[in-house]
């Protein structure tokens, strides 16, 4: 049964395993897990069979290659498993995923993977062998090796149970960035105490903006040491963000 999730509909985590770093590199599976349009919890995972990658002329990457072989025998086999299906059907399937369960045309739609230099170039090569258009717009792709630096302790919220799997590799990474939205939600509302404040241009103080509610203050009101270096908090937004911290420990 399907999870509901409405907070956090219409977003989509991908990963891909592959014996290379550069698009034209053969894709072994396609791991995608993410939140439907409805709010519900999907995913997909498929194996390509890599014979027929290199026989439609994708290739490998030797030091990838040995990478693979160093790995544990569990990991080698389930990433080279694909022994049916080929490119082309798995590419469509996945197309038939996104369109299915995802509204790519909204606003509110994101894709993530870590690293968009990674996933995303090197998926499109493999859609643009088939004559297959990008299943979202190009704005709607996110960075989640980015947001994993930044802000580190989300990576305890990952759990993940199984390394180098496609599907396992992007559930993980989707629990970290849910994660990360659980605590920015905190401040959609602003302070109650902070509503009345005149607009930025009509205070006498100047100062860098708060993260968060975007006041100006006096460096010494908002300056915060906060994971790794400083993000500028007013007092206000400092106090909610420490108490949100200590709920979800």
């Not at 994993?148 to 970290?176: C, T, W, Y």
Request: net charge positive.
């Amino acid at each position: 049964m399907k999870r509901e999730n409405p907070k956090m509909k219409n977003t989509l985590m991908i990963d891909l395993e592959t014996t290379g770093k550069r698009p034209g590199c053969c894709i072994l599976t396609i791991g995608a897990a993410g939140i439907d349009k409805n709010g519900l919890e999907v995913n997909f995972y498929a194996r390509i069979h890599h014979d027929k990658s290199k026989d439609e002329g994708f290739d490998d990457d030797p030091e990838t290659l040995d990478w693979w072989r160093k790995q544990d025998t569990a990991t080698l086999k389930e990433a080279f498993a694909g022994t049916t299906e080929g490119p082309q059907d798995v590419v469509n399937e996945f197309v038939d995923f996104v369109n299915k369960n995802f509204d790519t045309s909204a606003k509110d739609f994101t894709v993530w993977s870590k690293g968009s230099d990674f996933d995303f170039p090197i998926l499109k090569a493999y859609l643009d062998a088939y004559d297959l258009a990008t299943p979202w717009p190009f704005w709607s792709q996110r960075d989640y090796r980015t947001l994993q630096a930044v802000f580190p302790f989300i990576k305890k919220a990952e759990s993940n149970v199984e390394k180098h799997n496609a599907l396992e590799d992007a559930l993980a990474q989707m629990r970290g960035l849910m994660h990360f939205m659980s605590l920015e939600a905190v401040f959609k509302e602003k302070p109650q105490n902070m509503i009345n404040q005149p607009p930025v241009s009509k205070q006498r103080n100047v100062g860098m903006n708060c993260w968060w509610c975007r006041r100006t203050k006096q460096c010494n009101e908002y300056r915060l040491k906060y994971m790794r270096g400083f993000v500028p908090l007013c007092k206000n937004c400092a106090e909610g963000f420490r108490t949100k911290i200590k709920e979800q420990k």
